[in-house]
Each structure stands twice: as structure tokens, then as C-alpha cells.
């Protein structure tokens, strides 16, 4: 089965470039979406098709893919923004859908 | 609004059965797929299957073959998971999700999730 690997914790200081990543054999080959979960709530979609931004996502949010690596992007971070964060794609070999593991963004 | 209304929360002896409905407004409930994902405590989130609500064709991952059972009731706009035999393991939240973009789209299955339900927790204990 296709697997995605995200590191487990990122960091970053209010204000400043929070950058996640997700890895994958060939995931430019794929189209990845990227998902903010807070405890408590339902997971919110804050990237699709790589790049795309749903209505009322702030554009702060930007993702990308390339190679074995999809990354998504959150600049000027806010303390809002803390949360964990989830990349998936479609993987049409198995014909499922796939998470990587997430990864907690600490802003402080 | 586009909205997806799941049922209550779920205590459960283990090797009982549960089945979470997934109610849809809004829109047009034929037309967009409904993905089950779980979260347990600490995990992460966990894909378990798909349903075409049109054709009630559905898909479920492996792990989950022969314990799962994904419906839909389209007069209600309603669509439920069955999970049987219950184990603690199977302690979580379970969310429905609507697939970004209607079955009729080109690739609708690569665009991830953009409606979730608010979650029900199931509690599988003795």
C-alpha cells in the first residue's frame, strides 16, 4: 500500500514561514489535499489539487508538490493556525484513499 | 449551507454492532461520495471506505473488509456505517466527508474532502 511519512512536530514563532511536508515515492505523480485539525473539531481542508485554496481559506495557506515532496506552506503563522495537519492523496493503484501521519504545528 | 449531521455519541460492549448516520443538506446528496474516516485518541486520521450515494456502490479499505457496511437512504439524504464486531480498538471518532468535487467531475477522487460532519464518538468498552 502507498504510505506518506510528515514529521511529527514543527515549530515556528508567530509571524514567521511554517513549512510542512509530506513524503511519498512519486507524490508529484499524485494530487495531494492538506487538512488542519484543532481537538475538539472536524478536520477543515486548507489545500486541494497541490495548490488550490477552498473559499475562506486565508491566503496565507499555500501548498505544493514536486518530486517526492508535497509541501504546504503557511506564512506570516498565527497563533490560530496551531493545530495538526494532514496530508492525503488518492492512490489509484489500491484505489484508496491515503493520510500520511500528521504533524503538530506549535507556534510560540 | 452545505452541511453533513452525524448521530449521537456511542457506547458499545465489545463484539457489538454500531451504525452512525450521515445526514446531508444543502446540496444535492447524489451527486458527491461520502468518505468514512476515524480518529482514535492520539492517532491520526484513518481512511476507512467510500459510497457512491447514486448508485450505492461502495468501496472499503482492506482492513476493515468483512466488518464494515456502508449504506445510504436517498429519500433521507442519509448515509450510515455499520461497524461489527467491536473491539477497544475500534474506540474513536468517526467522521463522514463529502468528496470536493460531484461523481460527474473528471477525477473527482483527487481532490480530497471539503464537508465533514461534526464527528460521533463511539466507546467500545465493558
Known amino acids: 500500500s502507498y504510505e506518506m511519512s510528515q514529521p511529527p512536530s514543527v515549530s515556528v514563532s508567530p509571524g514567521q514561514t511554517a513549512s510542512i511536508t509530506c513524503s511519498g515515492h512519486?507524490?508529484?505523480?499524485?494530487?495531494v489535499s492538506w487538512y488542519q485539525k484543532k481537538p475538539g473539531q472536524s478536520p477543515v481542508m486548507v489545500i486541494y489539487?497541490?495548490?488550490g485554496r477552498p473559499s475562506g481559506i486565508p491566503d496565507r495557506f499555500s501548498g505544493s508538490n514536486s518530486g517526492n515532496t508535497a509541501t504546504l506552506t503557511i506564512s506570516g503563522t498565527q497563533p490560530m493556525d496551531e493545530a495538526d495537519y494532514y496530508c492525503q492523496a488518492w492512490d489509484s493503484n489500491t484505489v484508496t484513499v491515503v493520510f500520511g501521519g500528521g504533524t503538530k504545528l506549535t507556534v510560540l | 449551507q452545505v452541511h453533513l449531521v452525524q448521530s449521537g455519541a456511542e457506547v458499545k460492549k465489545p463484539g457489538a454492532s454500531v451504525k452512525v448516520s450521515c445526514t446531508a443538506s444543502?446540496?444535492?446528496?447524489?451527486?458527491?461520495?461520502i468518505n468514512w474516516v476515524r480518529q482514535a485518541t492520539g492517532q491520526g486520521l484513518e481512511w476507512m471506505g467510500r459510497?457512491?450515494?447514486?448508485?450505492?456502490?461502495?468501496a472499503y479499505e482492506q482492513k476493515f473488509q468483512g466488518r464494515v457496511t456502508m449504506t445510504r437512504n436517498t429519500s433521507t439524504n442519509t448515509a450510515y456505517l455499520e461497524l461489527r464486531s467491536l473491539t477497544s480498538h475500534d474506540t474513536a471518532v468517526y467522521f463522514c466527508?463529502?468528496?470536493?468535487?460531484?461523481?460527474?467531475?473528471?477525477?473527482?477522487?483527487?481532490?480530497?474532502?471539503?464537508?465533514w460532519g461534526q464527528g460521533t464518538t463511539v466507546t467500545v468498552s465493558s
Open positions: 444543502g446540496y444535492t446528496f447524489t451527486n458527491y461520495e
Open positions: 466527508a463529502r468528496f470536493f468535487r460531484p461523481v460527474t467531475s473528471p477525477n473527482y477522487l483527487y481532490f480530497g474532502m471539503d464537508v
Open positions: 459510497l457512491n450515494p447514486n448508485s450505492g456502490n461502495k
Open positions: 512519486k507524490l508529484e505523480d499524485k494530487f
Open positions: 489539487q497541490d495548490r
